[in-house]
């Protein structure tokens, strides 16, 4: 072999090298970058709800009525959010229970909401929370629902959100509290 190819292939594996230097450089740039962006986004992510979230948003077929819906989900056949007091995109399914029944919230009882128990004369026979309330109208309904206030007048706890919900949407999940057993 003579002196003049030793020098040429000595130069192709030099280049070559270079290149796959420069490769490596490059793709470890890249990959902090990209680890900055991840960064960047995660803490962009607004706080996660606690609901279980659906793999896709609901939609108006998925439930039996709209007072379903609302009672699930916090929104409305609209596709409508309706605003609380507390977080947007919960429904009272989240802290009464899908079935309505309540339970417990940190140390304070999430009463049971369906017309069944709340709307029963015997209910005056019962303390919640400290509270005695009267037999519930749907007038009472919407004043706890909206306003914040039992049917006795009592204030509710702050952990129960506030509501600024339509009429005909009232109508509509209380309608489907009627519907609960
Ligand atoms: C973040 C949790 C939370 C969500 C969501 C929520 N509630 Fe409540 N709710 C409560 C708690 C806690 C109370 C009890 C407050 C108290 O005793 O002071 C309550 C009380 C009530 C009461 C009064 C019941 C009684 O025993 O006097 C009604 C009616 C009610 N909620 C209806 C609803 C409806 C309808 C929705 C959905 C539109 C809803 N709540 C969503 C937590 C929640």
């Known amino acids: 072999m003579g002196r003049k190819s030793v020098l040429l292939i000595s130069g192709v594996v030099l280049v070559i090298g270079l290149i796959g230097l420069l ?3 490059v793709a470890f740039l890249g990959g902090l970058n990209l680890g900055q962006q991840m960064t960047a986004r995660s803490q962009a992510l607004p706080i996660m709800p606690m609901m279980p979230m659906g793999s896709s948003t609901p939609q108006p077929g998925d439930f039996s009525s709209n007072g379903e819906r609302i009672f699930r989900t916090g929104s409305n056949d609209q596709g409508m959010v309706i605003p609380n007091s507390m977080m947007s995109g919960m429904g009272c399914a989240m802290c009464h229970g899908v ?3 309540g ?4 140390g304070r009882t ?7 128990h709340l709307a029963d004369p015997n209910l005056e026979q019962e303390t919640i929370n400290g509270r005695h ?5 749907e007038q009472a309904y919407k004043v706890a629902i909206v306003g914040g206030h039992d049917s006795a007048g009592n204030a509710l706890d702050q952990m129960m959100p506030r509501w600024q919900m339509s009429d005909q ?11 609960l057993r």
């Open 23 to 25: 490769c490596v450089v």
């Open 99 to 101: 079935d309505g029944h």
């Open 103 to 106: 339970g417990t919230m940190m």
């Open 110 to 116: 999430v009463p049971n909401i369906t017309w069944m």
């Open 133 to 137: 309330r009267n037999p519930y109208s």
């Open 169 to 179: 949407d009232l109508n509509d999940v209380i309608a489907y509290l009627k519907t």
